[in-house]
């Protein structure tokens, strides 16, 4: 039976109550980023599958090749994800650590993935070794790898940014409704459970419009007493 204070609570305390609950659960989640990463380690499986495609694991400072090789380039871009920096910025190191991996060697394999002309490509990695100019052909070419690696990695942050909300926002679910069966069964028992699974499941997406969202049942409420009178 649903207790009377409980049924007697106005919907814009309700409202603000179960967006709290949210808050805290996001709270929880975002904590276990203490752990390892936590929750941030999502997404970043869909970054490192690209740059891994672009940077040749065989790749090692000790070999005379590039200034960074993949597990270090990975572990920059790893904790670059992992502190929330923009995604903008993040992007451009990204670019930036793999056009510094571009070499004679390697360069038919980035140009491969990324879809550009090998030979082209490869000249160009060469005359940029020796400071030599570029032709224009090689201009154009390397301007083309510039932009389709920057629509690569776009996707790729894009895709990981997606999969860390995702993810975020589905175990903050779980969290809270934990959180709501815990402080009904404390306060009510377990009657209520129901009720509170509901709150919970409302929680997480209540949460970042839940001020907004009282401010309006509050104005409506108004509203309805004014044409009342």
Known sequence: MLDPAVGSLDLSKVVLAIGGLGTAAYGVVDATKGIGGGISNRGFGDIKKVVSRLIPPSARKTDGGPALDLESALATLRANWMNGMALADQKSIAKALI???????????????????????????????????????????????????????????????????????????????????????????????????????LATPLAPVAKDLASAVQAGAKLAQFWKQ
């Open 99 to 201: 056009k510094l991996n571009l070499t004679p060697a390697n360069s038919t394999g980035m140009a491969a993935v990324v879809g550009v002309d090998p030979t082209k490509l490869t000249s160009v990695a060469t005359k940029m070794s020796t400071g030599e100019n570029l032709t224009q052909p090689e201009t154009d070419v390397y301007g083309r790898f510039d932009l389709l690696l920057n629509s690569l990695l776009d996707q790729a942050y894009q895709r990981g940014d997606q999969r860390y909300r995702n993810s975020a926002k589905l175990a903050a679910v779980f969290v809270s409704v934990a959180l709501a069966w815990w402080s009904t069964w404390f306060l009510y028992g377990k009657e209520e459970f129901a009720l509170a699974t509901v709150a919970g499941l």
